[in-house]
């Protein structure tokens, strides 16, 4: 089994930035891609970027541009940058992992809110 847990997240206004974290522990060793789901009341859970462990990257629409995703592959750590953020950015983001490339539905974390006031 894989543990992924979250951190970084938090209340800023908009415009500002913030770097969040997910660390992986247990069988690491499954794991190809990592990525960072959003989930805002009311709406579907969106899946916001992906990173397979070559460093192949995907992004959604709404954040290009402006979020960037990178992985330590020695520390089992993957981060999500987060520049010029919006309110509508706001949600939790969950951190995923899957074990084959470009999937990242097999592993969750708990999630971490962001806030992003106007």
């Known amino acids: 089994q894989v543990q992924l847990v979250e951190s970084g997240g938090g209340l800023v206004q908009a415009g500002d930035s913030l770097r969040l974290s997910c660390v992986a522990s247990g069988r690491t060793d499954t794991i190809n891609s990592m990525g960072w789901y959003r989930q805002a009341p009311g709406k579907q859970r969106e899946l916001v970027a992906s990173i397979t462990s070559g460093g192949h990257t995907n992004y959604a629409d709404s954040v290009k541009g402006r979020f960037t995703i990178s992985r330590d592959n020695a520390e089992n750590t993957v981060y999500l940058q987060m520049n010029s953020l919006k309110p509508e950015d706001t949600a939790v983001y969950l951190c995923?992992?899957?074990?084959?490339?470009?999937?990242?539905?097999?592993?969750w974390g708990q999630g971490t809110q962001v806030t992003v006031s106007s």
């Open positions: 995923a992992a899957g074990r084959l490339f470009g999937r990242v539905n097999d592993y």
